[in-house]
């Protein structure tokens, strides 16, 4: 199994342009879950899809950021306009319940300058 | 006060140490415990996961919880240079989309 997969590895970007970040879960996974790390907050939950519906969006900062999961396989997160305090990595996470702990991909280290 | 309480560290020891990683916590609803290791650029990976109190243990890695006391430890043992992470512990309520997870401590194991 490749794991979880994300898109791009690497970004940056000038304030006020839009990002779009990527992923696929694992294969037979049918919860998702967008976290962003910083030194200062540790490792925040944005939003979890289960089924690809979109459960608990509580942790999305702003109006600024959506996600979406069309299909089982594919899932965006998406910031419009971008700030320099969006700056961070995030992660996107899968797991199949009732099976406790997440995969996490590699992260998109995200820079906004 | 946070969910979970983490000491970011660092850590530093010398190869062959035994390590130990703590955790606290205020939600009394919290039954799953697990730890996390992060290396450097990458994303965290589950190491050690457990339920309710008790130790379990795997290899060099020990880890127990004490719910009475709303306390994580984990234990290495024979200390590696591999071993040198970011160490998070997390934990989750019966439903596991609730999952909250420690600052992470950043250990080094020093040759």
């Known amino acids: 199994d490749a794991g979880v997969i994300q898109s791009p590895r690497h970004e940056v970007t000038e304030m006020g342009q839009e990002v779009t970040l990527r992923c696929k879960p694992i294969?037979?996974?049918?919860?998702l879950f967008w976290y962003r790390q910083t030194m200062m907050r540790g490792l925040e939950l944005l939003i979890y899809?289960?089924?690809?519906?979109?459960?608990?969006d509580s942790g999305m900062p702003e109006d600024r950021f959506s996600a979406k999961m069309p299909n089982a396989s594919f899932s965006t997160l998406k910031i419009q306009p971008s700030e320099p305090r969006d700056s961070a990595v995030y992660f996107c996470?899968?797991?199949?319940?009732?099976?406790?702990?997440?995969?996490f991909g590699s992260g998109t280290r995200l820079t906004v300058v | 006060q946070k969910e979970v309480e983490q000491d970011p560290g660092p850590l530093s020891v010398p190869e062959g140490a035994i390590v130990s990683l703590n955790c606290t916590y205020s939600?009394?609803?919290?039954?799953?415990f697990m730890w996390y290791r992060q290396y450097s650029r990458k994303g965290p990976e589950l190491l050690m996961y457990?339920?309710?109190?008790g130790n379990k243990e795997d290899g060099r890695f020990t880890a127990q919880v004490d719910k009475s006391s709303k306390y994580i430890s984990l234990f290495i043992r024979d200390s590696q240079p591999s071993d040198s992470a970011t160490y998070l512990c997390?934990?989750?309520?019966?439903?596991?989309?609730?999952?909250?997870f420690g600052a992470g401590t950043r250990l080094t194991v020093k040759p």
């Open positions: 996470a899968s797991s199949l319940p009732p099976n406790y702990g997440y995969t």
């Open positions: 294969s037979g996974h049918n919860s």
């Open positions: 899809f289960n089924n690809n519906v979109p459960i608990d």
């Open positions: 939600n009394s609803a919290f039954q799953y």
């Open positions: 457990t339920y309710s109190s």
């Open positions: 997390a934990m989750s309520g019966r439903n596991n989309n609730d999952m909250r």
